[in-house]
């Protein structure tokens, strides 16, 4: 399994395997274990190494020139072996055609070209909210969650309303894609050839609603700025990379206020602070756990000299929740101060999405708020076992308003 690079002289090392389910379900431990060991930690099991505090991280990512994208963003490293699927034209692209598509898709999905948007979401959260109060019980990860996402998202992007749960196969098949070919993996991609010719018939431009943020890539191509073939993949990034994360961060957000009723407080009282509540849930429990960047030449980081062409890896939950940046990292508290938490990443690769996950997420828990709705966890939550996503599959909740 151990890729083939030659253990480092001097280095920390640990035999902690992040990919254990054990491991996977309750990371907190091991993360606060390997920001202890070093800055840089060798893990043995995985010939590679791994920053587990802020400020590599951040370090890391703001050099996207030593440690690029095209290498793939998983343990896999496409420089020495064949990705699974074409590679995507933003995450695991470069400079420069990476900043060229970028600015095209940056501009469909920032804050201004999304505000038509937030009328038609707050309509959903609302219809939502009336239906969990008429229940009372729900398992909130399909009745919240994906209920709410799988509606406003692939609406927005203008996709037909069948097969949608496609959605949930394919994003996790591409997230567990990033770690090793562990069984966590295989099980994911059972169906792999059928859901990803779904996806793919999704993205061609004559089944993309006209207006939509599909489309509206679509839109670039005549100009010359991107070409038919990018737009096609392009589109493939939104149907990738939008869902599975939103739907992970819904359930983090339900479930870090359920059990921190006083900050549910804090919220009801001033439903204006949803924006950095929101923020503090990506810290707390970043759905987007981990990820990796390959080297292009020979670097010293953390006082260990890193080859070329080596993997490294990043861990977003360690980092927000590294005591050297964030005060009692591990409480869940609204009025802390954000600066820095890298839940959406760093730098040129910053997650492109992160207005629409907002936007989504906002005004769900803007309306729960304002609506004066309590909800608490009624049942066994059970979490997910993925190899990079951090959230739930089964998350009981009980819905009153007060
Ligand atoms: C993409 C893509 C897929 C998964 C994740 C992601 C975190 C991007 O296809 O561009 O960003």
Partial sequence: MAQDAAPPRGAPISDIDPFTPANILDPYPWHQALRETG?????????VFMAPRHAENFAIVADHQTFCSSGG????????????????????????????RRAIVGRILSAPNLRGLKAGFEVEANALIDKLLDQGEVEAVFEVSRAYVLKV??????????????????GAMVFNAFGPQNDIFHDSARDLGEVSAWIMEQCEHKNLRPGGLGDQVYQAVPSGAITADEALILVRSFL?????TTVHAVGNALWSFATNPAEWAKMKANPGIVRTAFEEVLRYESPFQTFFRTTTRDVEIGGVMIPANEKVMLSVGSANRDPRKFERPDAFDVSRNLQGHVGFGYGIHACIGQMISRLENEVLLTELARRKVDFEVCGEATRTVHN?????SKLPLRFTQN
Avoid: C
């Fill in 39 to 47: 800055p840089m930690v060798w893990l043995s099991r995985y010939g």
């Fill in 73 to 100: 963003v998983g343990y896999a490293n496409f420089f020495k072996e064949k990705p699974w699927r074409q590679p995507s034209m933003l995450l695991e692209a470069d400079q420069p055609d990476h900043t060229r």
């Fill in 240 to 244: 990738s990379a939008g869902v599975d």
């Fill in 153 to 170: 998202f692939p609406d927005a992007v203008g996709i037909g309303a069948s097969g949608r749960d496609n959605l949930m196969k394919y």
């Fill in 388 to 392: 990079t996503l951090r959230g739930f």
